[in-house]
Structures are given as C-alpha cells and as structure tokens.
C-alpha cells in the first residue's frame, strides 16, 4: 500500500528547496541568481480558451507567440530566515508570467516565500521592483504585481488543464540555472497527479512532462502547442536535484481559481476534511490512515482503517480521487460519505470545514 500526502500535513514526499539530498527526492525549481537576462512574447488576455481548439504551433512559433510574458523574477531575503536555506541575507530567482495589463503577475508561493525585495525583469531588459499582492501555500501559487507600462506588459492565455492529454506537445519557458529566457520541449509525461504543497497538502490534478526542468524554472508556464499555459512549473524529481525528465506542473484550473482570488484581495480558502490517506486495494478506495481529532471526518465518526469508496456521489478507486473530489469543493458544503469498515459498508453525511493554513 502506498501512502500518499493528502488533506493533512502527512507528508509522502519531501520538497528541497536548493540542493539535492541522498537518493530520490521531489525539489523545488529555484535557483541563485547567476544571470541578468529574462524572458519574453505577445499573446491575448483570455484566461479561458480550451487547450484543443487550435491547431498545433512549432515550437519557433510558440515560442514567438509566448516570450514576451514570460519574466525572470530576482528575490532577496535579509531576515534571519531564509527559504532558499541557511539564514541571514541570500538571493535566488524564479520565473513568472504576466496575467493581466494591471501588472499582475502568477509564480509560485515558495519563490517568493520570506522575500524582502522582490525584482521583475522583463523581455526588454527593464527592472521593476515588484509587490506580493498575495499567495496560498496550499497550491503553492503566489501573485505579485509591478507597476510597468503597458508596452512591456504582454499576459498569457490560461487554457483550460482538463482538455490536457498524455502526449500532448509543450514546452517550458524559465530561468533554469539564472539562465533567463531558456526553452525547452517535450510532452505531457502524465495527467491527474499529486504534488506536495509547501505546507504539505496535496496539489490535485498536476500535470507531468519530460520538458526539462530545473532550478530556476519555478514559477514559469508550461505551454500546449497553441500557447496557452497549461501549468505553473513547479517541481521535479530527481536522484541528483537536476532534471532527470520527470518534472511537474500545476494545472491551469487551479492556477485560474487561485489567481483570480488574490488579485481581488481574498484570502483562498480550500475545503477540508481532516484525515491523511492511501490507496486501498481490497477494497478499492482510499483508506484513512489518520483521522485528526475535531475535523469534519471525526465529527462524522470516521476512524483510522476506514476504506472510503464513494464520495459526494463519486466513486473512490484511490486516494488521488479523493484529494481530486475534495479540491472541488468548497468549506461548509455537505457531502456524503460511502465507506467500509469491518467488511460493512456504511454512509455518512460531513460538513466540510476551512483546511488550517
């Protein structure tokens, strides 16, 4: 049975934020700053256009299409606390992309995590000094905001992560290494996985691609063969901590729903049901490995062992489908829960509660 991260902070997979530790290990793609450039392209402002509508572009083309919104983001951290590791002042880099003329711009939370200061380099070489206008730590998503004029301002097109399919081309616009503006290609490894939050919740529905990845690219899209953003890069995994072709990608739908929120100033709240998980194969479902006291689960008398096979109407063959049901909920609704227990199957109905930050 294998254990997997789920609505609790139990952790299956560690998340190295620089260097890369013994043996197999999920990291995140940051890196020291080692070069001055960035990124670039022209795109619409869209946020809502299917990945399969358009015929598919080279990668040339993509590229061309794409660049402009693409940028190099430069952060320093002078507290006593660092999350690029060690303490006292450090600086590292990551990517981004522009998503509204206002100045918006979508990386990832754990980039800008502690920042003192952060920079946006843009495709014609200019620096801005950038705000966090927000972040949520349980997607890993974070928004900052520059004020630059419009001509530098070119935001890509959100396309929607369910038309994603095996095989499907992409490539991956970043800064690995501090080398801003670097491209490189591949295709979309696998749909509907699980990636560990940096507060150790799941990521529901990530996308993974053999389209090199490595430190640096954190926060830079991933883009289909029409140039849409499918993903925000996020992490790979690695025996070395370079990229061994297994990266992954937060999807488009979360990285929409999230963003949307932070720029209006909200605070992203996600449904929760309190309980760590597996998968379960006799029977089929995910089985509860923990149950934390005073959550919606045991307030509903679910305990540890429980095996649930259907949720909110959904059949569970497994603890991704879970995690995937609850992401798609909202705090306060009711659903039902369908589980085993002793060989018996019973049917509870749970309030979903906010997940604790």
């Known amino acids: 049975m294998t254990s997997r991260s789920v609505l609790t902070s139990a952790a299956a997979l560690a998340i190295g934020l620089v260097g890369a530790g013994a043996g197999a290990g999920i990291y995140s793609a940051v890196a020291p700053e080692k070069t001055k450039t960035v990124v670039m392209a022209t795109t619409t402002v ?25 940028v190099d983001i430069t952060v320093r951290s002078s507290q006593g606390f660092s999350p690029f590791g060690g303490g006292g002042s450090s600086q590292a880099e990551g990517s981004g992309f522009v998503y509204d003329k206002r100045g918006d711009i979508i990386t990832n939370q754990h980039v800008v995590s502690g920042a003192s200061s952060i920079s946006v380099r843009f495709a014609n070489g200019k620096k801005y000094q950038a705000k966090l206008v927000g972040s949520d730590s349980s997607t890993d ?24 399919q095996v095989g499907d081309a992409v490539i991956a616009i970043g800064s690995p290494f501090g080398l801003a503006g670097t491209v490189t290609s591949g295709i979309v490894s696998a749909v509907h996985r699980t990636m560990e939050a940096p507060n150790n919740y799941t990521i529901s529905d990530s996308i993974q ?70 998968d379960s194969s006799s029977p089929a479902g995910a089985q509860l490995t923990n149950v934390v006291s005073g959550t919606p689960a045991a307030k509903a008398g679910l305990q540890q062992g429980d095996v649930i096979v259907r949720l909110a109407g959904t059949t569970i063959a497994g603890s991704d489908d879970l995690s995937r049901v609850i992401d798609g909920k909202k705090p306060g609704d009711s659903i039902s829960v369908t589980y085993v227990r002793g060989g018996k199957q019973h049917t509870v109905t749970v309030k979903l509660g906010t997940r604790p930050s």
């Open 209 to 278: 691609t053999d389209a090199p990845i490595n430190h640096g690219n954190s926060g830079g899209p991933l883009i289909d063969a029409a140039g849409r953003v499918i993903g925000v890069n996020a992490q790979i995994q690695s025996d070395s901590g370079g990229s061994d072709g297994v990266g992954f990608a937060i999807p488009a739908n979360t990285v929409r729903s999230v963003a949307s929120q932070l720029v209006a100033g909200k605070t992203v709240q996600h449904a929760y049901l309190g309980v760590s998980i597996a």
């Open 46 to 70: 869209d946020h809502a256009e299917p990945a399969s509508a358009v015929t598919g572009l080279s990668i040339n083309q993509i590229y061309q299409r794409t660049y402009e919104g693409v």
């Open 141 to 164: 998503l974070a928004v900052v905001r520059v004020d630059a004029p419009a001509s530098v301002l070119h935001p890509l097109t959100l396309g929607d992560s369910n038309d994603v």
